[in-house]
């Protein structure tokens, strides 16, 4: 798709009352008497990632609400401005850090606008829009031909949990109530006119982003309540058309959904990959983003199986490595850790079940290396012989070896593995370390021995079995 020009002299369209999502947009949206909203075209770079911004007009000043992706959607923002009134821009909100939501700020910081965010928005946006702009750069020719010239402008005042602003006969009133779609998400309200700008917090017609490190998913649902109480009647969401408020319980009702069957299936024994590849969210058919489901179940997989899988042990893991996946398995279960080093992938995991076994052998491992083997959809495990492994400064027996990626993976490539497993009171351990460094052999060496040193803090839980 190709974004639609917006002229000075685009009619204001009328939103149409209700409850839900409703048709008012894309373009300029004249949202009530003092508020409008600018409803992106579309989810393409060209069209600012389908994230929306707005503006609300006083009697003396006018006060933006995000600044959108580009200098150049920005500026179309700010032309719109113009179209509608000569009054200074003083003021413009960062809802949170995300680009489609802030890296136009120089252009209204330029305007004489004063930037106003959370800190934590300040601090994200100081941190992550180097990583972003260093993958455009780098895989998205076509969204870097547009991102060249963006200047990263930190606001100039930071947000407290409420802040009352008078534009003049018209107040606005920006609240913060803990993280939810990211750290530091504000909340925009004109009440006199029962308007709310969530940012990220709701999108109609898009699928929202729940993966930010930031996101807190419950006090989300929280804030979304928070937000239903204050009685809006019109509400521009983050990502697609004005609506009604109906569309709050819409996106909390996403939230709940992937609660609950991330939740189902790592209770029984599901795993994230499973998941991500073959939900379909009720409701959502023909929305926008559909590219953030897998993302956005992983996501919302990850933030659950830790406190689920409640493993009986404990690893001291370097900065960098994230719960990945996990299940509980029967009476047992498995958690999974990774992280991307210097030294390639590198992956820990652990697997517990109650066992009559004495002891463990080699071959016992052999034995799970090759019901592994039969039953993922992901590896192919090639063996090449026993290994010792410490774990917990336990000298356990083990096997090393080669993996691959299989077909239904769709993935090509494969890298280095060791497993070895000991036994505690009936259950048996089987801690997996695996390293993909592209067939770096000296790199496949030095992740081994980082996952090593990894499996040598194992210890249990003093809680635990």
């Known amino acids: 798709m190709t974004r639609r020009a917006i002229a000075l002299a685009l009619a204001i369209l009328p939103v149409l009352a209700g409850c839900g999502r409703e048709s008012g947009g894309p373009g300029l949206v004249r949202v009530s008497e003092h508020v409008y909203a600018m409803v992106a075209d579309g989810p393409s770079a060209a069209e600012g990632l389908g994230a929306n911004s707005g503006f609300v007009v006083g009697d003396e000043a006018v006060l933006v609400v995000d600044t959108r992706y580009t200098p150049a959607l920005a500026r179309e923002l700010l032309e ?58 780098a895989y998205r020719p076509e969204a870097w031909a547009l991102l060249r010239d963006v200047e990263i402008a930190p606001p100039d005042s930071l947000l407290g949990e409420m802040l009352e602003i008078d534009l003049g006969g018209i107040m606005v009133l920006v609240r913060y109530f803990g993280p939810g779609h990211t750290a530091g998400d504000a909340v925009v309200f004109v009440p006199k006119e029962r308007v709310v700008f969530t940012g990220g917090l709701a999108a109609a017609g898009y699928h929202p982003n729940l993966g930010d490190d930031g996101a807190d998913l419950a006090n989300w649902l929280r804030i979304i309540g928070e937000i239903e109480a204050t009685g809006p009647r019109r509400v521009v969401p983050g990502n697609g058309f004005v609506s009604g408020p109906g569309v709050l319980g819409e996106t909390a009702d996403y939230i709940r959904y992937l609660l609950d069957l991330c939740e189902r299936h790592i209770r029984g024994g599901g795993s994230a990959f499973d998941v991500a590849t073959s939900v379909a969210v009720p409701g959502t058919e023909g929305d926008l983003l559909a590219n953030l489901v897998p993302f956005n179940v992983r996501a919302v997989y990850v933030r659950l199986v830790q406190a689920i899988v409640d493993p009986p042990f404990t690893l001291d893991l370097p900065d960098g490595f994230r719960t990945t996946d996990g299940a509980v398995e029967g009476r047992g279960g498995r958690i999974d850790w990774a992280a991307d080093t210097a030294d390639g992938y590198l992956e820990i995991e652990v697997r517990w079940q109650p066992t009559v076994r004495s002891e463990v052998i080699t071959q016992d491992v052999y034995d799970e290396v090759s019901r592994y083997t039969a039953a993922t959809k992901r590896h192919r495990m090639h063996v090449a012989g026993p290994e010792t492994v410490s774990i917990g400064g336990v000298e356990a027996v083990g096997a090393h070896g080669r993996w691959e990626f299989t077909p239904e993976s769709g993935r090509s490539g494969g890298g280095i593995w060791t497993w070895g497993a000991i036994l505690r009171d009936g259950v048996s351990y089987t801690v997996q370390l695996s390293v993909n460094a592209n067939k770096d052999e000296a790199a496949e060496r030095r992740g081994m021995e980082t996952l090593q040193a990894i499996a040598a803090t194992f210890r249990f839980r003093a809680d635990g079995p």
């Open 80 to 137: 719109a401005i113009r179209g509608v009134t000569d009054l200074p821009v003083r003021w413009a909100v960062n809802t949170h850090y995300h680009p489609d939501h802030a890296w136009g700020n120089a252009v209204f910081r330029d305007a004489g606008a004063t930037i106003l965010a959370r800190p934590e928005t300040a601090e994200d946006l100081r941190r992550f829009s180097p990583v972003y702009l260093d993958y455009y750069r």
